[in-house]
């Protein structure tokens, strides 16, 4: 079993990342065989600097090992590393209705938000369609928001497959992640960086408890109890506190006698000592750059002598050979 897991490199990772999808991924090595890219092509949809865009790529890398990624239990390289992907899209594009596209809803928030429309953004799905399918992936973790993008894929793999023979793609199979854990932002609002709500995995400590701080409460008095339902510091603190340590919260809100105040330190200590083990990973690894090197060189060379595989197999069918 293959699985595949893309991360977008668009800016500095946080805390909805990790647990969004950095966490699901790691926990899930050893479990098949799993590919894991940094989707610097896609990121060039919205990413027009080239310093920015090295950093960012960079940045993922360096953050996805620190926080757990064994290069030995899997593939981690490069979308941009292995170019066969934009062969395979461009052959997916040639069945591909328009219809399709237009009907996907990722295209029509981007550009509602305010991203310019460029033909890269709209064709977005047949590239992802080729990220999946140049590696034969038979399971792709997503979230709903990813979900009709596999659905995508799938029409594609059916439109190549009728045409050109029935084992030619791999047919992939979604696994929406329902078991991972809700993130909302500092604002209550799902934590998006399009919403400057964000609490970073590796920023400085003093900024870093300040976001968290700032929190927006109601304005119950310290000796009163608090409202536990839609409490945005209880659900940041469930995701690093112990069990018993959460419950306890739970109960001081509902007993009264403890501030916001002293709420928001112990989410801030909670979250700081969460990542100490990952900070200090970094660390390591900011310092030997050679390492990251190594690890996205060794894993391209697989993925390359992987989507070889399939391209050539795709390639006869479709008769460019």
């Not at 595949?4 to 966490?23: D, E, V």
């Not at 399971?139 to 993008?149: A, L, M, N």
């Not at 964000?198 to 976001?211: M, N, Q, V």
């Amino acid at each position: 079993m293959r699985i595949l897991t893309g991360l977008q490199p668009s800016g500095k990772l946080h805390i909805g990342n990790y647990f969004g999808a950095i966490k699901p991924a790691i926990d899930a090595q050893g479990e098949g065989d799993g590919y894991y890219f940094i989707a610097d092509y896609h990121a060039m949809t919205t990413t027009h600097d080239p310093a920015a865009l090295r950093e960012n790529v960079r940045g993922v890398a360096i953050d996805f090992l620190a926080c757990g990624f064994a290069p030995s239990k899997g593939v981690f390289f490069k979308q941009s590393a292995v170019p066969e992907v934009n062969e395979l899209a461009w052959i997916l594009s040639t069945v591909c209705p328009m219809g399709l596209l237009e009907r996907c809803h990722s295209y029509k928030d981007k550009v509602a938000k305010g991203i310019s429309a460029n033909h890269a953004l709209f064709a977005y799905p047949a590239l992802m369609a080729a990220d999946i399918l140049l590696y034969d992936s038979n399971i792709v973790p997503v979230g709903e928001d990813q979900k009709q993008h596999l659905e995508v894929t799938r029409d594609l793999v059916g439109k190549i497959n009728d045409l050109y023979g029935e084992n030619t793609l791999v047919m992939p199979e979604a696994r929406i992640r329902t078991d991972v854990a809700k993130v909302p932002g500092l604002d209550g609002e799902k934590m998006s960086k399009s919403y400057n709500n964000t609490l970073p995995i590796f920023g400085d400590e003093k900024p870093s408890k300040k976001l968290i701080m700032r929190i927006q409460t109601d304005s119950a008095a310290v000796e009163d109890p608090k409202p536990t339902e839609n409490s945005i510091i209880l659900a940041l603190y469930q995701l690093f506190a112990s069990g018993e340590e959460y419950q306890q919260m739970i109960t001081d809100y509902q007993n009264g006698g403890c501030g916001y105040g002293d709420f928001k330190k112990r989410l801030a200590e909670a979250y700081w000592d969460y990542f100490a083990p990952m900070r200090s990973r970094r660390e390591e690894l900011i310092n030997n750059p050679d390492e990251v090197d190594q690890v996205l060189n060794a894993g391209a060379n697989k993925a390359r002598k992987e989507a070889t595989k399939v391209l050539d197999r795709v390639r006869k069918a479709v008769g460019l050979a």
